[in-house]
C-alpha cells in the first residue's frame, strides 16, 4: 500500500509541477488555484532523513544496503532523464501561453516518455526493497516496527488531501460506470 501511495504521490507531485511551472510563467497564485494540496501537508524531512538514515544504518547489513544504496546509480541517469523530459515538456506547453501551436504528438510521446521513467523507478524501488524484505531477520523486522513510531496511531478510513476523513462517503450515480457500452 505504501509503494502504491509514493507512486500516487510521485504522479501527482509530476503533475503539479508542470502546472507550477506554466502557472509561474503567468504570475498566477498557484496557493489560490490548489490550496488543499498546499496547505501544510508534509512530513518533516529531518523525520524522514533521520528514519532513513535509522533504517540504512542501524537496520540493514551491509548487503541489504547495498540493495538500496544501489538504486542511487539507476536512478540518477534515470532523473536526468526526467528533468530533460519535464523541461521539454514544459517549453512545448508554454508555447500555447505565447499564442503559438504546441506539438500535440511530441506531448504525448514526451508524455509516454515520462511515464517509463517513472515506472522504471518506482520498479528499481520495488525490486530492491523486496530484496531487503525477504532477507529480514525477525529481530530486523522488531527493529523497523520500532523505527516507524507508529504505536498507537489510528488511520482514517481515508483521506482527501491528507486530511482524515472519519465519515462514510456515499457515492450515488455511478451505475453507469459499470455497464457494458452499447
Not at 509514493?6 to 509530476?14: I, R
Not at 532523473?79 to 500555447?96: A, G, H, I, Y
Not at 504525448?108 to 524501488?125: M, T, V
Request: with cysteine.
Amino acid at each position: 500500500t505504501s509503494l502504491i501511495a509514493s507512486m500516487a504521490t510521485l504522479a501527482l507531485n509530476s503533475a503539479l509541477n508542470v502546472l507550477l511551472d506554466l502557472f509561474m510563467v503567468q504570475k498566477i497564485k498557484i496557493s489560490e488555484i490548489f490550496c488543499p494540496v498546499l496547505l501544510d501537508h508534509h512530513i518533516s524531512t529531518s523525520i524522514t532523513g533521520d528514519s532513513g538514515e535509522g533504517f540504512l544504518n542501524n537496520v540493514l547489513n551491509r548487503t541489504q544496503r547495498g540493495y538500496i544504496t544501489e538504486i542511487l546509480n539507476d536512478q540518477r541517469k534515470i532523473l536526468n532523464e526526467v528533468v530533460d523530459v519535464r523541461r521539454e515538456f514544459s517549453t512545448e506547453l508554454r508555447k500555447l501561453l505565447n499564442g503559438q501551436q504546441c506539438d500535440k504528438s511530441k506531448l504525448l510521446a514526451l508524455g509516454h516518455r515520462y511515464g517509463e521513467l517513472d515506472g522504471e523507478l518506482s520498479w528499481n524501488y520495488a525490486i530492491a526493497f523486496a530484496k531487503v524484505n525477504k532477507s529480514l531477520t525477525a529481530g530486523q523486522k522488531k527493529a523497523l516496527m520500532k523505527l516507524r513510531n507508529l504505536d498507537g496511531f489510528k488511520s482514517a478510513p481515508y483521506y482527501i488531501y491528507s486530511s482524515p476523513v472519519t465519515k462514510q462517503a456515499v457515492i450515488e450515480n455511478v451505475e453507469l460506470f459499470f455497464e457494458a457500452p452499447k
